[in-house]
């Protein structure tokens, strides 16, 4: 994977396709792998690129890991490839990135995908972040990942898939780990749900425990305009689990954005029926 020199950290990412760029931010210990799907199905009609955040897949994490700094260093990757404007699609803890790149900088984003995601853990997040990091003094990542992946995935989702999520979790530090961990569970960006005024996408798994329907639910209230879609038999990594139905679902509404663009640019939206 090639990399770039971006505040002090060598960034790992993936890149495919032409035309409107598309940035894809993952979960929590896992990396770009998790979008091989997504890239397949948007290369054809979007440029892609997926980054690793800080600590994680190929990156490096030398000054730190947090809400702020993974922010900046994605509108700093965007900037260095030459994005001046491009849509955003995070799923679990990168939706918190996606939202904070809107308060920096709104007039970068032509478009949010928030997936499987949250504002705010609230009082459930010191207790997780105590009890992860007592975990990790007595278990290797590996078997910690194992436990993760086997109750995060869901049943049907194919083997290979869940081996290779193991092995991402597994490479990382448990102190990356444990700095991810605490940095997104104390964020809370709910204050700026409302402010946000870009087409906004929110997919959930109707099986996910971790960030379930109903918070995704109220995601996409407080961000007017938004649109909510649910996708079934997915749990936490919806597009780990169905990646056909969530692909199509990220797919039609990027694609329904550069048709009204295309319509717009040529006086058709205006034109009567």
Not at 74 to 88: E, G, I, K, N, V
Request: proline share 6%; aromatic share 6%; glycine share 8%.
């Amino acid at each position: 994977m090639p990399h770039l020199a971006i505040n002090g950290e060598q960034i790992a990412y993936r890149e495919q396709g032409a035309g409107e760029p598309v940035v894809l931010v993952h979960s929590l210990g896992t990396s770009s792998h998790i979008w091989e799907t997504t890239i397949a199905a948007l290369a054809p009609y979007f440029r892609v690129i997926a980054i690793d955040c800080r600590g994680h897949g190929g990156s490096s994490n030398r000054g730190g890991f947090s809400v702020d700094a993974i922010a900046d260093d994605l509108l700093a990757a965007a900037s260095t490839l030459d994005l001046p404007r491009f849509h955003y699609v995070g799923i679990s803890m990168s939706g918190l990135f996606g939202v904070t790149i809107w308060a920096k900088a709104p007039e970068r984003l032509l478009s949010l995908t928030l997936a499987d995601s949250y504002a705010s853990v609230g009082v459930a997040g010191p207790p997780r972040v105590a009890a992860t990091r007592e975990a990790l003094k007595t278990t290797s990542m590996r078997d910690f990942a194992t436990a993760y992946v086997n109750d995060t995935l869901m049943p049907a989702t194919p083997r290979p898939v869940y081996d290779e999520t193991i092995d991402a979790i597994a490479g990382m530090t448990p102190k990356n780990y444990l700095q991810t961990l605490e940095a997104i569970i104390t964020a809370d960006v709910t204050a700026l749900l409302a402010t946000i005024r870009v087409p906004t996408l929110v997919i959930v798994g109707e099986r996910d425990q971790r960030t379930p329907v109903t918070v995704s639910g109220r995601l996409a209230a407080a961000i007017k305009g938004s649109r909510l879609v649910v996708v079934p038999e997915a749990g936490h990594l919806a597009v780990l689990d169905q990646p056909k139905t969530f692909n199509n679902a990220i797919s039609r509404f990027l694609m329904t954005m550069k048709i009204e663009a295309k319509k717009s640019t040529f006086g058709w939206a205006n034109r009567p029926e």
